[in-house]
């Protein structure tokens, strides 16, 4: 396992962009699967983008055009642009990692290491 934190939430209005940095820490972390889900209140955890050891992206359909998930392999950290946002992208965004060569991570049980959340509140 590795220890993740989040970074770059915070109150935007609707149209404008964030950018979520996922540090982490441990070892091979190009070796690692990442993925960014979320969570509004009252509901469960959803998947929003993954990206594979070998650069591959995987974008929820509601996300896709308007969020691009990154890695910078030099700099243990995974990032997520999201641009045109809008009201129902308010959630908690979560970071996580699991130890996958060949995985995609579309699933959260797939994650064996979670980071600690980043408030994303976008008012109309």
């Known amino acids: 396992q590795v220890q993740l934190v989040e970074s770059g939430g915070g109150l935007v209005q609707a149209g404008d962009s964030l950018r979520l940095s996922c540090a982490v820490s441990?070892?091979?972390?190009?070796?690692?699967?990442m993925g960014w889900f979320r969570q509004a209140p009252g509901k469960e955890r959803e998947f929003v983008a993954s990206i594979s050891t070998g650069g591959e992206a995987y974008y929820a359909d509601s996300v896709k055009g308007r969020f691009t998930v990154s890695r910078d392999n030099a700099r243990y950290t995974v990032y997520l642009q999201m641009n045109n946002l809008k009201p129902e992208d308010t959630a908690d965004y979560y970071c996580?990692?699991?130890?996958?060569?060949?995985?995609?991570?579309?699933?959260?049980?797939?994650?064996?290491?979670w980071g600690q959340g980043t408030q994303v509140t976008v008012s109309t």
């Open positions: 996580a990692a699991v130890w996958s060569p060949s995985g995609r991570g579309l699933l959260p049980n797939e994650y064996d290491s």
């Open positions: 441990g070892r091979r972390f190009s070796r690692y699967v």
